[in-house]
């Protein structure tokens, strides 16, 4: 516009008055180097969707292991599809005809000018600091989104996020031509202190409200829910059901001296001898411990209590993990057992994390490489806690399936 600044469009938006008359032909597009971002960033989620679907089905009992890939597979479509459906290489104006090629398709769409119903300013809606540093770098307006009356996908002119080489100069086109069909208008609201050209419209004709995408956000909430807590109860089901088995099976009993040196053999379900308890990590939840992790020393002729080991200075090379103990109470109870009925783990763990930090501090003196863990039986699983988790697991996997359907259908 004459008179304004150059960067009354990243702030305020363009006004449908005194626009130069545009060429024919105006285009505007992605750069190579936008091209390549968008690629990688959508190769990189889909990659990861992938991943975590082969380990669905690598590691899940069948058929559990084919739902869960499907429904991961086409959750993470649905993502992709959602994020990136509206993305363009390029949109031109010929003539009176609006033209675009969808950024991974290469499909090409055609609208006329006709067919508009109005021009929205797409800005960032969520206020907060990230918000209005990116506003001071790039500027408010984030681009134009053409709306059509019949509702389908609008086509996104980007200035911002990805940028589009000219981006001002294509919709300022439209916006000439527009008003040689006939009269438009501009609505200017107040937004974030500062006025803002909201939208561009027929000024015979009254706009449609902005296009809710309430309905894809719920939807694409619950997918992601969906799936998240389908592949928690998976493996939850998958190691509460081999402790379930192998609880069943008949233990053998072994001092905990012999286990570090040789391992659980051919038998992981163990009765644990000629041990003593040493310091000990809890982790809770709402005041109530979920679990509890405890260094185990080989018995030596003086006795110990959590959190006051004799054994201080050696080197721990087994670990008790327990979720049965609730309190320091019910703790105090445990440790005078002299006999453990545990799981232990096929090869020695624990090299490092949190757990492993704290578990070192608990007992002075002490070193922890890598430690044979043992998961206490006391209060195995049963079958049907089992089946209701792996049924939990179906549900969820179920239900992402079916949002993935539904979001493929939404316009």
């Known amino acids: 516009m004459p008179g304004k600044p150059a960067d009354t469009f990243r702030d305020f938006g363009i006004l449908p ?3 130069p008359p545009p060429p024919e032909v105006v285009r505007c597009f992605l750069t190579r180097g936008r091209i390549i971002g968008q690629y990688i960033g959508t190769g990189i989620v889909s990659a990861i969707g992938l991943g975590l679907a082969l380990l669905l ?15 991961f597979l086409l959750g993470v479509g649905a993502v992709v599809y959602l994020a990136t459906h509206n993305d363009y290489r390029w949109i031109e104006l010929d003539g009176q005809t609006l033209r675009a090629q969808q950024l991974y398709t290469g499909r090409i769409v055609e609208r006329s000018l006709e067919d508009i119903d109005n021009l929205g300013t797409m800005v960032y809606q969520v206020r907060r600091l990230q918000t209005i540093v990116i506003e001071s770098l790039l500027g408010r307006v984030k681009g134009i989104e053409v709306r059509f009356r019949d509702g389908c996908t609008p086509l996104r002119i980007l ?8 981006a ?6 439209i916006v000439y031509k527009m008003g040689k069909l006939r009269e438009v208008d501009a609505e200017i609201v107040d937004f974030a202190g500062s006025p803002l050209v909201r939208r561009i419209y027929w000024k015979d004709e009254q706009p449609s409200p902005p296009p809710t995408r309430n309905l894809k956000v719920i939807v694409m909430c619950g997918l992601l829910l969906a799936l998240m807590f389908g592949f928690v109860l998976g493996f939850w089901g998958r190691a509460a059901d081999k402790l379930q088995k192998l609880s069943s099976l008949p ?8 286990l570090i040196e040789k391992g659980p053999e051919d038998n992981p379900h163990v009765v644990v001898t000629d041990f003593q308890f040493g310091g000990y990590v809890v982790e809770s939840k709402n ?11 080989p018995k030596s002729k003086k006795g110990g209590l959590p959190g006051n080991p004799a054994a201080a200075g050696k080197e721990i090379k087994a670990v008790l993990s327990s979720h049965s103990i609730r309190d320091e109470a019910a703790l105090r109870q445990f440790v005078r057992r002299d006999r453990i009925d545990a799981v232990c783990s096929d090869s020695p763990g624990m090299s490092g994390g949190t757990i492993r930090k704290h578990l070192i501090e608990s007992n002075p003196g002490s070193q922890l490489n890598a430690a044979w863990i043992l998961s206490d039986l006391s209060d ?3 079958a049907e806690t089992v089946r209701n988790i792996f049924a939990g697991a179906y549900v969820c996997f179920g239900v992402a399936i079916a949002l993935s359907i539904v979001v493929f259908m939404l316009k």
């Open 17 to 19: 008055v005194d626009l």
């Open 57 to 71: 089905f690598l590691f899940l009992p069948l058929p559990l292991n084919l739902l869960g890939g499907i429904a």
């Open 159 to 166: 200035r911002a996020d990805p940028a589009m080489a000219n």
């Open 168 to 173: 001002k100069e294509l919709i300022e086109a």
């Open 251 to 258: 233990p053998r009993q072994v001092d905990l001296q012999t």
């Open 287 to 297: 005041s109530t411990w979920t679990e509890v992790t405890i260094a185990l020393f």
């Open 380 to 382: 195995p699983p049963t």
